[in-house]
């Protein structure tokens, strides 16, 4: 049986029994692979841009579901799929940047998929944001750990939409309270990783300041208030956190 890291484990959690899903970016396809043993989903797309990847998820297939059919496409994005042929689009192990594009080059279809599972590597406010401007609604986070790093899980439902569209006051006031980089659903569902994760970003902070201070240039001097601010709220949000 298939062994995933905790990371993969924890999207797959995400996965309901009966479900359909493509996972974009596969790699050597062991998320999918392993939804077809567990046969929790009946129908699985494994999709990359480049040839290499794909051979190797095949092998994998080969060894680990034998007998049992999986879809393999070559492509980028949701270009190698159908409106609507699958319930759940996982992307993850991508940076959030390229995650907004891949869900921004066709509005419509991407819609036509009822849920998405993100994991973004870089840029998580980033792709927060985008969601939240666009109306796409978050339904789940999770933090989890894989070896020395903590990682970011995002669930989005489609089939929701905002009651109304953001506005610029709005999103400034979610972007200085961190919002979009430290998720209110981890604090409503008391993420037990969530102290942790705030504690690494604060001595992040704190280390930029410090090497701001001693040996910084005028133009690095010049964003001293905005990181100091930044820490600020990082303390309170950690204060939050130790009493929620």
């Not at 059919?69 to 070559?74: I, W």
């Not at 989005?156 to 009651?163: G, H, N, S, W």
């Not at 980089?181 to 705030?198: A, C, T, V, Y």
Request: aromatic share 6%; net charge positive.
């Amino acid at each position: 049986m298939l062994r995933l890291s905790e990371r993969l484990a924890a999207i797959a959690d995400y996965v309901r029994e009966g479900e359909t899903i493509a996972d974009i970016g596969t790699d050597h396809g062991l998320l999918p692979i392993f939804l077809l043993q567990q046969k929790r989903s009946p129908k699985v797309i494994l999709s990359d841009i480049r040839q290499g990847p794909l051979r190797k998820a095949e092998e994998n297939l080969a060894i680990y579901t034998p007998g049992i059919e999986a879809d393999l496409r070559l492509g980028s994005g949701l270009e190698t799929l159908k409106n609507s042929e699958v319930d759940v689009v996982i992307i993850a192990g991508m940076g959030g940047h390229m995650i907004c594009d891949i869900m921004a080059a066709n509005p419509e279809k991407t819609r036509s998929f009822p849920k998405f599972i993100l994991q973004p590597r870089t840029a998580q406010d980033k792709l927060r944001m985008w969601l939240c401007k666009n109306g796409y609604v978050i339904v789940h986070e999770r933090l989890v750990r894989e070896r020395n790093k903590i990682c970011e899980i995002i669930v989005v439902d489609t089939t929701l939409r905002q009651e109304r569209v953001i506005n610029e006051n709005e999103l400034k006031t979610k972007l200085f309270d961190l919002e979009f980089e430290i998720s209110p659903l981890l604090f409503l569902n008391g993420d037990p990783l969530l102290k942790e994760w705030i504690e690494y970003k604060i001595k992040t902070e704190e280390e930029i300041i410090e090497s701001i201070r001693t040996k910084g240039s005028k133009a690095s001097l010049s964003k001293l208030n905005n990181h100091e601010q930044r820490l600020k709220k990082l303390r309170e949000l950690y204060k939050r956190c130790l009493f929620s």
